[in-house]
Antibody, heavy 124, light 108 residues
């Protein structure tokens, strides 16, 4: 069973960097055909894709956030991280780390389960 | 970017009634569409994947249909616990996934 555990601060000051880490257990983060994803959900709104890093290290980002976001992997710790720079109040949201596996049953191509997420508030 | 438009924004029904929720995509996503349910204070939960397949543990009253650009989530007979917000999501042009804006299903 693959488990994801998020960590990081719940409060970030405007113009600073939001940093969250997701620790993966149950599978190597470099395992073929696994994709590691960050999604956020502002209060009262729908989910928004932030970005994805693949088992091969390829990263892709939502064009609306691409200039401010970096997703990286630390294979030694089996973790992937989100860094969102120059945050504003509009970045206040619940942030989720999720996985997709394209080698297993079709259901695993979708996001399930979602963890509890991390509410990050941008405020001075 | 593939835009997903859900309708109606709010649906008011009574327990026992049938609910029909719509999701339209700005371009064809084949069958690569899912539906999620979200209750207040909780994370989304996968209900339907690949347009018409119920996720593990999801009751049979939930069903999905459609392909291409028009999709429907149907709840055959509403239970009290079904009143929530429902989102659709596409993965046709992975990794550039997108979500709909949601349909709120409320008790009439």
């Amino acid at each position: 069973q693959v488990l994801l555990q998020q960590s990081g601060p719940g409060l970030v000051r405007p113009s600073e960097t939001l940093s969250l880490t997701c620790t993966v257990s149950g599978v190597s983060i470099s395992r073929t055909n696994y994709y590691w994803v960050w999604i956020r959900q502002p209060p009262g709104k729908g989910p928004e894709w932030i970005g994805t890093i693949s088992y091969s290290g390829r990263d892709d980002y939502n064009p609306s956030l691409k200039s401010r976001v970096i997703i990286s992997v630390d294979s030694s710790k089996n973790q992937f991280s989100l860094n969102l720079h120059a945050v504003t109040a509009a970045d206040t949201a619940v942030y989720y780390c999720l996985k997709r596996s394209s080698l297993q049953q079709p259901e695993s191509n979708w996001f399930d389960p979602w963890g509890q997420g991390t509410l990050v508030t941008v405020s001075s | 970017e593939i835009v997903l438009t859900q309708s109606p924004a709010t649906l008011s029904l009574s327990p026992g009634e049938r609910a029909t929720l719509s999701c339209r995509t700005s371009q064809s996503v084949s069958i690569f569409l899912a539906w999620y349910q979200q209750k207040p204070g909780q994370a989304p939960r996968l209900l339907i994947y690949d347009a018409s397949n119920r996720a593990t543990g999801i009751p049979a009253r939930f069903s999905g249909s459609g392909s291409g650009t028009d999709f429907t989530l149907t709840i055959s007979s509403l239970e009290p616990e079904d009143f929530a917000v429902y989102y659709c999501q596409q993965r046709s042009n992975w990794p550039w996934i997108t979500f709909g804006q949601g349909t709120r299903l409320e008790i009439k």
